[in-house]
């Protein structure tokens, strides 16, 4: 007899919940890897659900995502942009990117600010949202310079 999985034996249509984080990002301009955080859903199970794995869709997702995504809302994902984020990690963050061989234009880029911008809050200058914020640590996670866990954390 073969031990019980540890998958889910319900699985729910993925569409709607791919469709409903499109909708999320047309309507706040946030990027899908910050509602990921958002949701604390890792970044590769978003990413997946919204673009494929090897050309295909995904048709299905757990509940437990399911949830997770559906109890965002474009109104708390606005929130977020407005929130200012402490400065501190910023900071840090941004020496710890460009030290790593990023260019301050790279980082800009990656986070959706301008360089003029993000020079001031590597100088500690300047407000910093929350999305931000996240998107620093999402670059910081990609560099492999923190976990993802902690990503997630900040929001």
């Known amino acids: 007899m073969s031990a019980p999985s540890l998958l889910p034996t319900h699985w729910v249509t993925a569409a709607p919940f791919r469709y409903h984080v499109q909708h999320l990002m047309a309507a706040t301009g946030v990027p899908w890897q910050v509602i990921a955080v ?22 299905r997702m757990s509940p437990y995502a399911a949830r997770r995504l559906l109890a965002l809302d474009a109104g708390r994902l606005r929130r977020l942009q407005s929130r200012e984020a402490p400065i ?18 790279q980082i800009a880029d990656r986070v959706g600010l301008d360089v003029h ?4 809050l590597a100088d500690g200058v300047g407000p910093c949202s929350r999305t931000t914020d996240i998107m620093l ?15 997630r954390e900040a929001a």
């Open 38 to 59: 958002v949701a604390d859903l890792p970044l590769a199970q978003v990413r997946t659900l919204l673009f494929g794995r090897d050309g295909q869709r995904r048709p």
């Open 88 to 105: 501190p990690f910023a900071v840090e963050s941004t020496r710890a990117l460009v030290a790593d061989g990023l260019s301050l234009e």
């Open 117 to 120: 911008s993000l020079r001031r």
């Open 137 to 151: 640590r999402i670059v910081c996670v990609e560099r492999g310079l923190l976990h993802e866990r902690e990503a």
